[in-house]
């Protein structure tokens, strides 16, 4: 019977184990900032505890008595660290505070490697600690005891990396933390009991250090290899199936609780396989299962976009049977290895040694991978690396025959060593060509052209509006020009994400400010200087870029800025939520100049209701004074404007604007006149009491995925929420400082961008005749929207197809007088003047397509050509 539950019990301690390693590596990023790096030296500082723990209680507490007693006190001051984990962390952060000033990004990240590695190291030594102590508890005569163990800890493993998916949004970080410690308790409070009860507690004989030189030197340096190649297969697999599966918290526990379970699978199974050649066949299946994992990742990264789930448990179930199909074989016989290997040296008692030099050399892999491997050779080949590591390792014990896999190992491995390129990966980009991709620890940036020549900058394959096509570059230039128009006199700018620099663009009509960007991913910032210069204005020649994380410059900089822009993002990112946290906006608030404004932009596709109200409540709990803007399907949270009087602010705007030439003053607002900006406001954030987004308490990363599988990201309701928000015309006046003597000018740019707004839930609704009658009375209210005249244009160059020449030309060319800058009005005019032979009107209207949409294709081509009325191969 206590057989029966000793194992049992160590599923107790793998599930606590595990759960405590997600939210403490999760705790720690948070309160450090840490990015993949620190995740890497995360699982180094982990693998390694239990390695060194194993091996030292072999050592220290090999020939105790009373094994079960010392597991349960080990499990017991596990939980008791937990508990008193959060004060150790605010001594480290004021620790690493002191540094953090005058150290630069490389130096800071290992500090906070360090930082990890002494608050994680000790506890996961005690764990490892446990493995042999709780194998001396199950007798030394049950051969199979060492299987079942490690077994049952590794499903049990699997398990806990999935409670904080349930803990966290629930309870928050702190109570997580003592609901884990709780269930440690638990375990240490079960495995007394069965001491104290007269549990069998006769162990094996223990191992000494002559006991330990008795195993081959090579057999252990070999199991090393092994441990290093099975973490790089883990590291590998989840950089890629989270990338393609969209890397959420559910995903990567998922992905994490997987590769466990196969462990586990093949530690329960072990006892049957006793044929000696299994140390032969089981090394080419794991290499052969990495191999095929590379084969099969664009089909999977295709079908997984071409789903459609209903909620997000049938996603996760779907794609966790996916992932079990493509990971299983590999990992079951890492799981399988361990056991067989002490079957073939005598028995359980040396699966302590074999244990704790596995998991070094697993920590040894961690770092490997993440600061030589993926950064040099890149994620496909790092899975290739590990693969043909565990079939050369096996050679120690595989028959001869084994070596003739490797050459076949080798040649298929070939072909998929390379990143796949993006065509490939995403059905939706099947038309594209990649231009530049650079992969670090941070993310996997790329650059691809589409078949109309437009570029698009992908991060972890994410970030689709950071786009070189006309539209998307308006709309990310104006993420600058609103925040700059708020102030009265901006003198510097920071930009919290520099993406193509399109963004940062922006603010080039004002020549004399001074710009800071600050971008963690050097892939993208090289992005911006290659291959976005011709939309972006080669603006990294006009700002100061600085590659660190956004939270560590906001920390420990001293510099203060009258303007600060939080660039749009994946919220439901893993890490990506703590950018819209209380403690992110306390940080941004903190390096304002007096006066200051800070806008941070939101997505509106990404949220549903609930999730965009938690955010607004966190943004209006730092700033109380926040308002809300409008611009496209954006939302800009705006706070700072209450260090100023209203009127006087705008009154200072007013004549700031007056006294600039026309060509800077259009530059400023886009063209649109700061009255049609005015428009766009939506009211004063006045959200009920609710939910807020806490770095100790995450909320938006846990909701979103349920609400995007789920149906509950619905733009239209998010739409009509903000038309409800907006307040009357009076009250907007008087929160905005507009005078009387303005108001019909504000009036008109309140009145079209309300009419443009109904206009697009109409249009969403399918409701199409009325979207049309609402665009043309928002453009006769206010024909300076560029939203509006664009829209109005798309409308009419849809209906003009049965159109006579002549009267489809007048039309285009009222169409332009309406909108000048309208990229399909001036193509159809050029191609016109092309077809009719007016080379003369043909290279103006060429010349004026150009400068507004300069990464066409057809455009680039003709231009090259040096011919405006030469027809265009493939146009």
């Keep these: 019977m206590v057989r029966r539950l000793l194992p049992v019990l160590y599923a107790g301690s793998g599930a606590t184990s595990l759960a405590f390693e997600v939210l403490w590596a999760r705790m720690l ?96 030594i005690a764990m490892g600690a446990g493995f042999p102590m709780i194998l001396r508890a199950m007798g030394a005569d049950d051969e199979h005891a060492l299987g079942r163990l490690y077994g049952f800890n590794a499903c049990g493993a699997a398990i806990g990396a999935l409670l904080p998916l349930w803990l966290l949004p629930a309870f928050g970080w702190t109570a997580s933390i003592g609901w884990i410690a709780a269930l440690g308790l638990l375990v240490a409070g079960g495995a007394a009991l069965l001491a104290w ?81 299994w140390l032969s066949v089981l090394p080419m299946l794991a290499a052969a299962t990495g191999i095929a994992s590379l084969y099969a990742l664009p089909w999977i990264s295709s079908w997984a976009q071409r789903q459609e789930f209903s909620t997000l448990a049938a996603a996760l179930w779907s794609e966790g049977i996916i992932l079990a199909v493509v990971t299983l074989p590999a990992t079951f016989v890492l799981g399988s290895w361990l056991p067989l290997l002490s079957q073939r040296y005598g028995g359980s008692a040396h699966g302590p040694l074999l244990y704790g030099i596995n998991s070094i ?86 650059v691809i052209e589409q078949s109309d020549g ?40 920071l930009f919290l994400g520099l993406g193509t620099g399109v963004s940062a663009a922006g603010s080039l009509g004002y020549p004399a400010l001074d710009r800071v960007a600050v971008e963690l991913s050097a892939g993208a910032i090289e992005a911006a200087r290659l291959w976005f210069k011709p939309v972006n204005g080669n603006v990294g020649d ?55 404004v800070f806008v941070q932009w939101l997505a509106l596709n990404q949220f549903d209701i609930e999730s965009l109200q938690t955010v607004l409540r966190s943004f ?44 800077q003053s259009a530059d400023q607002t886009g063209g649109e006149g700061l009255w049609t900006w005015l428009g766009r406001y939506c009211g004063r954030v006045v959200i009920a009491e609710g939910p807020m987004q806490d770095e100790w308490w995450p909320r938006i990363e846990f909701g979103l995925p349920h609400a995007r599988y789920g149906g509950g990201i619905e733009l239209d309701v998010v739409l009509s929420w903000l038309l409800q928000q907006r307040p009357s015309l009076a009250s907007a006046m008087k929160e905005l400082g507009v005078d009387a003597a303005d108001e019909r000018h504000f009036e008109r740019g309140y009145s079209g961008s309300a009419l443009a707004l109904r206009a ?95 990464l066409d294709r057809e455009v680039r081509t003709a231009t090259q050509l040096g011919d405006a009325v030469r027809s265009v191969p493939g146009s």
């Design 760 to 854: 697009w839930l109409a249009s969403i609704n399918s409701d199409m005749p009325d979207a049309q009658r609402l665009i043309r009375s928002a453009f006769e209210v206010n024909p300076q929207d560029r939203w509006v005249g664009f829209a109005l244009a798309d409308n009419v160059l849809s209906s003009l197809g049965g159109v006579p020449f002549v009267q489809r030309r007048q039309v285009l060319e009222a169409l332009l007088r309406a909108r000048p800058d309208h990229a399909d009005t001036l193509r159809m005019l050029w191609q016109m003047a092309r077809d009719t032979g007016d080379a003369e009107l043909a290279a103006q209207y060429l010349s004026r397509l150009s400068a507004v949409n300069p």
């Design 197 to 277: 009860s007269g549990a069998r507690t006769e162990h094996t004989s223990a191992l000494s250090s002559a006991d330990a030189l008795s195993l081959p030197l090579l057999a252990l340096f070999a199991y090393g290899v092994v441990g290093a190649a099975a973490i790089l297969l883990e590291v590998g697999w989840t950089r890629l199936y989270g990338m393609v599966l969209l890397r959420t918290e559910y995903v990567m526990a998922v992905i994490l609780a997987v590769y466990l379970f196969g462990i586990g699978l093949g530690s329960l199974l072990a006892r049957h396989m006793r044929s000696s050649h």
């Design 361 to 446: 050399g697993a920590a040894l892999g961690a770092l490997v991978a993440g600061l030589l491997l993926v950064p040099t050779i890149g994620t496909p080949a790092t899975i290739v690396v590990g693969a043909v590591a565990l079939l050369v390792a096996a050679m120690v014990w595989a028959s001869r025959v084994t070596w003739l896999a490797l050459p076949v190992v080798l040649v298929l491995a070939s072909p998929v060593a390379v990143f796949p390129p993006v065509s490939k990966l995403m059905p939706a980009q099947q038309e594209s060509h990649d231009l530049y991709r650079y992969e670090d620890a941070m993310a996997i940036t790329h």
């Design 620 to 663: 209006e709990h730092v700033f109380p004074d926040a308002a809300m803007f409008m611009d496209g399907f954006r939302i800009a949270m705006v706070g700072g404007l209450s260090g100023v009087d209203a009127r006087e602010r705008l009154r200072a705007v007013q004549e700031r604007i007056s006294a600039e030439s026309s060509a």
């Design 542 to 596: 006009y700002a100061t870029i600085v590659r660190d994380d956004a939270r560590r410059y906001l920390s420990v900089s001293s510099a203060r800025f009258d303007v600060i822009v939080g660039d749009v993002f994946h919220p439901d990112l893993v890490g990506r939520s703590a950018l819209l946290s209380v403690q992110q906006f306390e940080r941004a608030r903190a390096r304002l100049a007096p006066g200051g």
């Design 454 to 493: 437009q570029r698009l900058l992908l991060s972890d394959l994410q970030r689709m509006d950071a786009s070189s096509e006309q539209a998307a570059v308006e709309l990310q230039k104006n993420q600058a020009r609103l925040p700059l128009l708020l102030h009265p006199d901006p003198h510097s700018i």
């Design 29 to 124: 990023s948070m309160q450090f900032g840490v990015s993949i790096f620190g995740v890497v030296v995360t699982i180094a500082a982990f693998m390694a505890g239990l390695g060194l723990g194993s091996l030292l209680a072999i050592r220290w507490l090999g020939r105790r008595r009373q094994p079960l007693l010392i597991f349960s006190f080990i499990e017991g001051s596990i939980a008791l660290y937990a508990l008193v984990l959060p004060w150790l962390l605010g001594y480290a952060e004021k620790a690493l505070t002191v540094f953090a000033p005058d150290v630069s990004l490389s130096a800071w990240l290992f500090l906070q490697g360090g930082a990890l590695l002494f608050l994680m190291l000790l506890p996961a």
